[in-house]
Nanobody, 115 residues
Framework: QVQLVESGGGLVQPGGSLRLSCAAS????????MKWYRQAPGKQRELVAG???????NYADSVKGRFTISRDNTKKMTYLQMNSLKSEDMAVYYC?????????WGQGTQVTVSP
């Protein structure tokens, strides 16, 4: 059974940092493009960052220069380093693995940014 398990969320003050992790039980992890999405209360889920199987990254304009996505294929892990956090970054963050017609989601991890 394929599972994606996010961790690393929590409460942080504005300007602080968090590192989210996504552990994947995918048999062929390296072929998947990995993405981080987030969903704030009352808002649609939005793409935050993505990393292709070859390591090419892309970011939402709102997080460019502050967030960094990375992956470790040997450990089947994807990370999202979040720096200079703002109140508007507060959301549930989800990990997504996608390859062709296959798409898997984690259960999400809450990020709260508050003084």
């Amino acid at each position: 059974q394929v599972q994606l398990v996010e961790s690393g969320g929590g409460l942080v003050q504005p300007g602080g940092s968090l590192r989210l992790s996504c552990a994947a039980s995918l048999p062929l992890f390296s072929i998947y493009n990995m993405k981080w999405y987030r969903q704030a209360p009352g808002k649609q889920r939005e793409l935050v960052a993505g990393i292709t199987r070859s390591g090419t990254t892309n970011y939402a304009d709102s997080v460019k220069g502050r967030f960094t996505i990375s992956r470790d294929n040997t450990k089947k892990m994807t990370y999202l380093q979040m720096n200079s956090l703002k109140s508007e970054d507060m959301a549930v963050y989800y990990c997504n693995a996608i390859s062709g017609s296959s798409s898997y989601w984690g259960q999400g991890t809450q990020v709260t940014v508050s003084p």
